[in-house]
């Protein structure tokens, strides 16, 4: 059993329960997922994994299109999948997260581009596909 997924996942449950709840991604959550992840999976691969959502997504932070969380949050699942399987998963985290942004745009009757979602939420959503269908499942 692959214990890395399932460890993920739980955090990326906690973390989108919390920002449904809160509109918040708790940065204890992330560091606790970060040291434990540190401590029993570090690799090259994964800080490369971890690396790489910060490059590409802190300056859609400094431009406002993001909160810090969400970054902070795709830097660990970066970390736990590896680069491979996070671009695998990211396809989903889009699409799901455009669903989120529609509905919730015109549940509020507001336009896209003012619209706030739980990213935690399609991020927690798009991981589980990918495991179970490109890594064999949770037991890959």
Excluded: W
């Amino acid at each position: 059993m692959n214990i890395k997924y399932h460890l993920i996942l739980v955090f990326l449950f906690v973390s989108a329960v919390t920002d449904v709840m809160t509109n918040r991604i708790r940065n204890n959550v992330i560091f606790a997922g970060l040291i434990l992840g540190v401590v029993l999976f570090f690799s090259k691969e994964a800080a490369i994994g971890f690396a790489v959502p910060f490059l590409i997504l802190f300056p859609l932070y400094r431009l406002g299109f993001c909160g810090a969380g969400d970054v902070k949050l795709m830097m660990l699942t970066g970390f736990y999948l590896g680069l491979d399987m996070l671009l695998y998963c990211l396809p989903a985290i889009l699409a799901l997260s455009l669903f989120f942004i529609v509905a919730v745009g015109a549940a509020e009757k507001r336009k896209l581009l003012q619209v706030e979602i739980p990213f935690a939420v399609p991020v927690f959503l798009g991981v589980i596909p990918s495991i179970l269908f490109f890594q064999g499942g949770f037991n890959g």
